[in-house]
Antibody
Framework: EVQLVESGGGLVQPGGSLRLSCAAS????????MSWVRQAPGKGLEWVAN????????YYVDSVKGRFTISRDNAKNSLYLQLNSLRAEDTAVYYC????????WGQGTLVTVSS | DIQMTQSPSTLSASVGDRVTITCRAS??????LAWYQQKPGKAPKLLIY???RLESGVPSRFSGSGSGTEFTLTISTLQPDDFATYYC??????????FGQGTKLEIK
């Protein structure tokens, strides 16, 4: 059974940092591009970042460039998202997902940026 | 960057109706378009990929069409389980994706 399990969300003050993790199982993690997608409360889906199978290519939506960093550890079947300089508008449920070649999603982890 | 515009934002319909949702891309994306269904509190579910290919297990009442910049999702005969929010998503390159703003399908 395919599973993507996110963790690391929580309440953080503006300007703070968080590191999200996504543990993958049930498929060959190292064979797929991985993505982070977020959804602010009551809003639509927003693609955040992609990372190539070997980690050699990374892409971000403009609103997070320079603040967020996507990474992966294929030996641990894990995906990460480092969130720095957080703003109120980064408040959202963050999903890790396989969007290319398959349709796998985690259950999401909530990040709340508030003082 | 490629922008995706969905219409309408909200659609009211009845069980048994045929409904169509439109998605426009700001530049050509060939057929690199997917449609997702999302229900409250749940992760999205892929319905259609490559503009018109039905994902395995998705009922045949769902269909997609279009290429270039204009795309449609059609539900031929609405069922009670279909009331949800629908998103288009372009993936014309591996590098950067974009979702449409969503269409909420409500019961009339």
């Amino acid at each position: 059974e395919v599973q993507l399990v996110e963790s690391g969300g929580g309440l953080v003050q503006p300007g703070g940092s968080l590191r999200l993790s996504c543990a993958a199982s049930g498929f060959t993690f190292s064979s797929y591009w991985m993505s982070w997608v977020r959804q602010a409360p009551g809003k639509g889906l927003e693609w955040v970042a992609n990372i190539k199978q070997d980690g050699s290519e990374k892409y971000y939506v403009d609103s997070v460039k320079g603040r967020f960093t996507i990474s992966r550890d294929n030996a641990k079947n894990s995906l990460y998202l480092q969130l720095n300089s957080l703003r109120a508008e980064d408040t959202a449920v963050y999903y890790c997902a396989v969007l290319k070649g398959q349709d796998y999603w985690g259950q999401g982890t909530l990040v709340t940026v508030s003082s | 960057d490629i922008q995706m515009t969905q219409s309408p934002s909200t659609l009211s319909a009845s069980v048994g109706d045929r409904v169509t949702i439109t998605c426009r891309a700001s530049q050509s994306i060939s057929s690199w378009l997917a449609w997702y269904q999302q229900k409250p509190g749940k992760a999205p579910k892929l319905l259609i990929y490559k503009a018109s290919r039905l994902e395995s297990g998705v009922p045949s009442r769902f269909s997609g069409s279009g290429s270039g910049t204009e795309f449609t999702l059609t539900i031929s005969t609405l069922q009670p389980d279909d009331f949800a929010t629908y998103y288009c998503q372009q993936y014309s390159s591996s590098s950067m994706y974009t979702f449409g703003q969503g269409t909420k399908l409500e019961i009339k």
